[in-house]
């Protein structure tokens, strides 16, 4: 009885988006012969070859030039020398963390911008009258400016308190002059906080 032959891998076509995330990631060179574009076309090589079991993951793939590839056949990557591989390793690594990175920064401004309005809509409720049917208030771009730069150097509630502050104080008088009591509290919280100054005392 004829034995039957196991069925190969069968290799999957890589997207164009993963090919240049791999080349990205491997600076657009060569890891074989370090060769750049445009003396040479690139590709994408897979470490375990797909004939041995190897898979279309990132960690799976490196940037090969095609002279290189071809001639590598299935072989698996023993002539990338160990730096390299290290290498790469230490590339995974810094873009993965520069990624969170962006991320966090990203949801942390996103935050700010949040309170930066919740803190609006409190500051011209606290403005409203009757002839002011408006639920939603944005701040100036230099106010949003100054409110986001409090916020970064003080807890949020320290800010609000700063706003209840300065409304208590000056809300019956011009929302400039209400605007300048308030920035000026919470520079003096800012003052405070950092120990620049030993007794804050509130403006007058």
């Known amino acids: 009885m004829a034995r039957k032959s196991t069925p190969k891998p069968r290799r999957q076509t890589l997207s164009k988006r993963l090919r240049f995330e791999i080349f990205k990631r491997d600076q657009f060179k060569c890891v074989y012969c370090g060769r750049t574009p445009p003396s040479i076309i690139l590709c994408c090589d897979h470490v375990l070859a797909v004939a041995n079991g190897g898979t279309n993951e990132e960690h799976n793939l490196v940037t090969s030039c095609i002279d290189c590839n071809q001639g590598k056949s299935d072989h698996s990557l023993d002539s990338i020398p160990d730096s390299t591989i290290g290498?790469?390793?230490?590339?995974?690594?810094?873009?993965?963390?520069?990624?969170?990175?962006?991320?966090?920064?990203?949801?942390?401004?996103?935050?700010?911008?949040?309170?930066?309005?919740?803190?609006?809509?409190?500051?011209?409720?606290?403005?409203?009258?009757?002839?002011?049917?408006?639920?939603?208030?944005?701040?100036?771009?230099?106010?949003?400016?100054?409110?986001?730069?409090?916020?970064?150097?003080?807890?949020?509630?320290?800010?609000?308190?700063?706003?209840?502050?300065?409304?208590?104080?000056?809300?019956?008088?011009?929302?400039?002059?209400?605007?300048?009591?308030?920035?000026?509290?919470?520079?003096?919280?800012?003052?405070?906080?950092?120990?620049?100054?030993?007794?804050?005392?509130?403006?007058?």
């Open 87 to 204: 290498s790469l390793a230490q590339q995974k690594e810094k873009s993965e963390q520069l990624l969170a990175a962006n991320e966090w920064l990203r949801d942390q401004r996103l935050h700010l911008e949040t309170i930066c309005n919740d803190l609006g809509n409190l500051w011209w409720n606290n403005w409203a009258t009757s002839k002011r049917q408006i639920n939603k208030y944005t701040w100036g771009i230099n106010p949003s400016r100054s409110v986001m730069l409090f916020l970064r150097k003080l807890p949020a509630e320290k800010v609000r308190e700063a706003i209840d502050i300065s409304l208590n104080n000056f809300g019956h008088k011009a929302e400039y002059k209400t605007w300048k009591y308030f920035c000026a509290v919470a520079w003096n919280m800012i003052r405070e906080s950092e120990g620049k100054i030993a007794d804050s005392k509130t403006p007058q």
